[in-house]
């Protein structure tokens, strides 16, 4: 009898415990409310310098951010300039994100969709092959989007894609001041710029594109490389990028990658139209 009881006990107990583990498993992390202060860091191109300077300086002051790697700027002859797919395993290990910024860094409006589909997967393929995780980011080459792009990127399972800061501004050449992040309205695969270091991108639009990061709202900074040895016009010195990051800590901000989003944002939930928040702000430029 006794035997029979302390049977029935615990199975009742392994029960219990199998179950409560189920809904660890199928309960959905809830998303946090959006701090103020929330920067996204985004580093474009897979620049040297990623693995020299910005790695050790963002591991210093604890940042995360995301690496966009492509092979189409030269990434496979120059090794000089350019991460090797070695590098950014290693940036994978240290715990950044590495997104996908296509295999030929072509502009996506001007690529039949097939072929699109086969540059962003090519990305995909070569991270898998070096166990990286497959990447949930994406960025736009030359900050070139439409909606075809958009398409292709859902169907491969992108989460998040970031783009400039065009058509609702002109693209600066050199640097400017972009749009904060609005996840209430901005399509998940369309998140533009906040800021985008350049010669014409001095300390005080860097302070401004901190600061639009309130109410709701995400700062998400496009940097390249620090310095940008092949590429001036979007160059940044790396005390500079240092003073960004003191100014970071010094403000108390929550530092995050692209794929961190998902702890505040729903990726699934973009607005039916993507570009409908983009049109929307055009039509009221016109307005004003
Ligand atoms: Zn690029």
Same mark, same amino acid.
């Given at each position: 009898?006794?035997h ?5 006990a ?11 583990w ?12 959006i ?5 996204v860091l ?7 310098s990623?693995i ?7 591991a ?14 030269? &990434?496979?002859?120059?090794k ?7 590098? =950014?395993?290693?940036l994978?290990?240290?715990g ?7 295999r ?12 699109l589909d086969?540059?962003?997967?090519? =990305? ?7 166990? =990286?995780?497959?990447?949930?980011s994406?960025c736009?080459?030359g ?5 075809q792009?958009?398409?292709v990127?859902? *169907? ?13 501004m ?5 640097g400017?001041r972009g749009?904060a992040y ?7 695969l369309l ?14 639009d ?10 709701g709202? =995400? ?8 310095? &940008?040895?092949l ?5 940044l010195a790396?005390t ?5 990051l ?6 108390d901000c929550?530092?995050i ?11 699934t939930k973009g607005? &039916?139209d993507?570009? &409908?928040?983009i049109?929307k ?5 016109? *307005?004003s």
């Open positions: 009898m006794r029979t009881f302390v049977i029935r615990s199975s009742f107990v392994i029960c219990l415990l199998v179950s409560l189920l809904n660890v498993l199928s309960a959905a992390e809830p998303l946090k409310p701090p103020d202060h929330l920067v985004t580093f474009d191109d897979g620049n040297k990623d020299e300077v910005v790695a050790p300086l963002l210093k002051y604890g940042f995360g951010a995301t690496f966009f790697v492509t092979e189409g700027l030269g &990434a496979e002859k120059d000089k300039n350019f991460l090797t797919w070695e590098e =950014i395993q290693r994978d290990k240290l950044f994100e590495i997104g996908n910024h296509t030929r860094h072509i502009d996506v409006t001007q690529q039949p969709r097939d072929q086969a540059d962003v997967g090519y =990305i995909d393929e070569q991270c898998e092959n070096r166990g =990286i995780p497959k990447p949930l994406f736009y080459p900050y070139r989007h439409n909606l792009a958009v398409e990127l859902k *169907k491969r399972g992108y989460k998040f894609a970031r783009r400039g800061y065009e058509p609702e002109k693209q600066e050449l050199e400017g749009l609005d996840p209430a309205v901005d399509h998940p998140i533009p710029t906040t800021g985008a270091p350049g010669p014409k991108f001095n300390y005080d860097f302070v401004w594109s901190v600061d639009q990061a309130r109410d709202k =995400i700062c998400v900074l496009t940097f390249h490389g620090v310095p &940008a040895r590429h001036p016009w979007v160059n790396p500079e990028f240092e003073r960004y003191r100014y970071l800590k010094e403000k929550k530092v990658a692209v794929r961190d989003l998902a702890h505040y944002v729903d990726p607005a &039916a993507p570009y &409908a928040e049109q702000r055009l039509k009221g430029a016109k *307005k």
